[in-house]
């Protein structure tokens, strides 16, 4: 007898490695691995590049012009029962797809989504109600949605435990060491260079902040060549950064991304706003302390004593469904920059409380808590 099928569709943004390399595509991966023990998954990847992979289910590379195609040729070529399609991709793309699948047959569309910033607008919520199972990946946007009348479930993420594991302090010097960076004080940012995760502040707030401290120094993982982000190294010279700053291209190994973590003395993620921030959940796993913005899932994350918030000066309406971005002026991520880098080198072990706080709150995202919710909205 066949399994029952479920088609997953996301980004699927591999790295040459074979790993996932965005958020979504980790979710996506995640889950699909899950399923797969139980079900005939069939992935469909719209930014999948045909890069090697790993996973115990086929993975196909599809235009997002064509999915619509590609779901129903899938729907009425394979003798698997297909009741269920997962689309772990932007609102936007999740409304988008859901008139199509209803379209094509009965289908379960399960929608896995982030609500970046605040307010759901009201065409969103009606275009939400088209999707039949709406998971959103943190308890802020599932707020935001139930606000608004359009009932959610919250898919809490979670993170591997092995992959990301917690580092040791003779790990973290030796790496320092490997990198050159021994005798710097080291804020790392895995953020892809888009408007959103605001790369030129935490430029901005270095440039001001090595005018009194030299040591500071930003490593930053991103997409070097992406059309939609800063020109980084006028970016670095336009603020004075140019020796403080190492920018690294997105397209490592997870071990090689667990490296950069592991060396580095604090994660920084003063974004504009995040519908989750996996690089605050994997920098909590591995056991560094977190600085992010005191807004939407960030602050959900690291609340309650698990990192370092930092208040918004100014919240102005985006033209990205209309929702609040959160502006930290460069000045205040200076003090911020300057206070944590002092008190580190005053006392190594200052945010060890901080530390066990995050990991504990990462260790109880279970995987199984997760699938719970999935299996939960499948027919």
């Not at 001001?208 to 040591?215: D, F, G, R, V």
């Not at 993620?269 to 796993?285: H, R, Y």
């Not at 911020?336 to 995202?365: Q, T």
Request: glycine share 6%; with cysteine.
């Amino acid at each position: 007898m066949n399994k029952d099928a479920i088609i997953v569709v996301s980004d699927w943004d591999i790295s040459p490695y074979g790993d996932a390399q965005s958020g979504y595509s980790n979710i996506a991966a995640n889950i699909s691995i899950e399923l797969a023990k139980k079900y005939n998954v069939i992935a469909l990847g719209i930014s999948y590049r045909r890069n090697q992979h790993y996973y115990p289910f086929s993975l196909t590379q599809v235009p997002a012009s064509q999915l619509p195609s590609a779901i129903a040729t899938i729907k009425n070529g394979i003798k698997d029962e297909l009741k269920n399609i997962i689309v772990a991709l932007d609102i936007p793309l999740n409304c988008q797809l859901a008139e199509v699948i209803k379209s094509i047959g009965n289908l379960n569309h399960v929608g896995i989504m982030a609500v970046e910033g605040d307010p759901v607008i009201m065409s969103i919520a009606l275009d939400l109600f088209k999707i039949d199972e709406r998971l959103i990946i943190s308890q802020f946007g599932a707020d935001e949605c139930n606000k608004v009348g359009v009932p959610t479930k919250h898919l809490p993420i979670s993170v591997d435990l092995n992959i990301w594991r917690k580092r040791t302090i003779d790990e973290k010097n030796v790496l320092k060491e490997a990198m050159g960076l021994k005798d710097k004080t080291i804020f790392f940012i895995n953020a892809d260079g888009n408007e959103r995760k605001n790369l030129s502040l935490h430029y901005e707030a270095l440039g001001l902040a090595i005018k009194e401290n030299p040591n500071l120094f930003l490593v930053v993982l991103t997409r070097k060549n992406s059309p939609v982000s800063w020109r980084l190294d006028d970016l670095a010279m336009q603020f004075g950064v140019q020796n403080n700053v190492m920018v690294l291209d997105r397209e490592k190994s997870q071990g090689d991304v667990w490296k950069l973590y592991a060396m580095s003395d604090f994660i920084i993620n003063c974004t504009k706003a995040e519908g989750l921030g996996m690089a605050l959940l994997e920098g909590m796993a591995v056991g560094v302390p977190v600085i992010a913005t005191n807004a939407t899932a960030m602050k959900e994350t690291l609340s309650d004593g698990r990192g370092i918030l930092v208040d918004a000066d100014f919240m102005p309406t985006d033209v990205f469904l209309n929702t609040k971005r959160y502006y930290i002026f460069p000045e205040k991520l200076k003090n911020v920059l300057l206070d944590v880098s002092k008190k580190l080198n005053e006392n190594e072990n200052i945010y060890d409380e901080m530390i066990d706080k995050a990991r504990k709150y990462v260790d109880g995202r279970t995987i199984d808590n997760m699938m719970e919710v999935i299996y939960g909205s499948l027919k």
